[in-house]
């Protein structure tokens, strides 16, 4: 049916006694229809077509709001899903520039400088922990904080560089997170002090980094074991030196079968097959290192 474009509550009922009706009038008149009689007629039909009308209006009229409102409604979503996508979009911007500049946004504590300054670790360190990957024990020794605030001023920490992930894949990592230390020394070149004041941090460090409870006990157990031992109370430096060997030798293939997914093993239990082998390691390495000697006397 079509659309109605005038309201038929405005229309008033033409005066069909006029003389614009005489036709339809004596189209009616005959027999018992008399010219009043017609005339009654023709009010009748009109006031039934604009009856209907009325109808067909108001259903309109309904039909029409709904629409309205559901223009409005979907009008209304797009604004609310256009504003939550930009809210959306700064959030993650700010995010981003938070974590581009951590510098610019670290919260300032409103105290007096303190008597002891805080222990940085260095980012190199503190990035591979995250990930779970190895990293020596001399970056959590004195002079690995030393090197972390060097590095800190003589490196733009947000200079990005390209490097490769565990899958091959090239990533943009921040300068300071790439680069290690010339200095870094294996552990089994470390000594026993450096390592007693390294581990703690290492421990604090992984934990921080969000290491299992599994694993971080796993390291407790390594260190305190290997303090425990009576290598360690050796009057002999070789029987020590095997300790760090071990350390050193162990801690690199937990994380190898770690990372090649072939699964590890509870490190933090000492082999002492191993610890014997590293111990003769070390005595043939001296032994080497005295004939190296006297050959070039």
């Given at each position: 049916?079509p659309e109605?474009?005038i309201?038929?509550n405005?229309?008033?009922r ?14 009616l008149?005959?027999?018992n229809?008399?010219?009043q ?7 009748n039909?009109?006031d039934?077509?604009?009856a209907?009308e009325k109808?067909?209006w108001?259903?309109?009229r309904?039909?029409?709001g ?7 409604a979907r ?13 959306v979009?700064e959030e ?8 581009k ?8 504590v409103m105290?007096p400088p303190?008597?002891?300054?805080p222990e940085i ?5 503190t990035?591979r ?8 024990m001399?970056y959590f ?6 090197y ?9 920490d ?5 490097s490769v992930?565990?899958?091959?894949k ?15 020394m294996d552990d ?5 002090e450096?390592?007693s ?10 934990h921080?980094?969000g ?6 006990v796993?390291m407790?157990d390594?260190f ?9 109370a ?10 760090l060997?071990y350390l050193s030798?162990?801690r690199k293939?937990?994380h190898?079968a770690?990372?090649?997914g072939?699964g590890?093993?509870?490190?933090g ?6 610890l014997r082998?590293?111990?003769d ?9 005295e ?7």
């Open positions: 049916m109605l474009l309201n038929p405005d229309a008033v033409p005066n069909f006694a006029s003389e614009d009706y005489i036709a339809a009038r004596n189209a008149i005959g027999g229809v008399d010219e009689a017609a005339i009654a007629m023709l009010e039909v009109w039934a077509n604009n209907a109808e067909i108001e259903r309109q309904r039909e029409d709904e629409a309205d409102r559901e223009r409005e009008e209304r979503q797009e604004r609310e899903q256009g504003e939550e996508a930009r809210t979009e993650s911007i700010r995010n981003e520039e938070r974590r500049y951590k510098s610019k946004f670290t919260e300032i105290a303190p008597d002891t300054p670790l260095p980012a190199y360190a990035t922990l995250q990930k779970g990957m190895y990293v020596e001399w020794t004195n002079e690995g904080l030393d972390a605030l060097k590095s800190a001023s003589a490196i733009d947000n200079a990005l560089v390209q992930d565990r899958d091959g090239a990533m943009w990592t921040t300068a300071a997170a790439s680069k290690g230390s010339k200095s870094a089994r070149d470390l000594t026993w450096q390592l004041i390294a581990t703690p941090r290492f421990l604090d460090a992984i921080a980094a290491w299992t409870e599994q694993r971080q796993i407790a390594l305190t074991r290997l303090q425990a031992h009576p290598y360690r050796s009057r002999d430096p070789l029987d020590r030196k095997a300790l060997k030798e162990q293939l937990w190898q770690i990372e090649a072939t590890a093993w509870n490190v239990i000492l082999n002492e097959n191993l082998m590293a111990a390691s070390v005595c043939r390495e001296r032994s080497d290192r004939d190296t000697e006297r050959a070039r006397i």
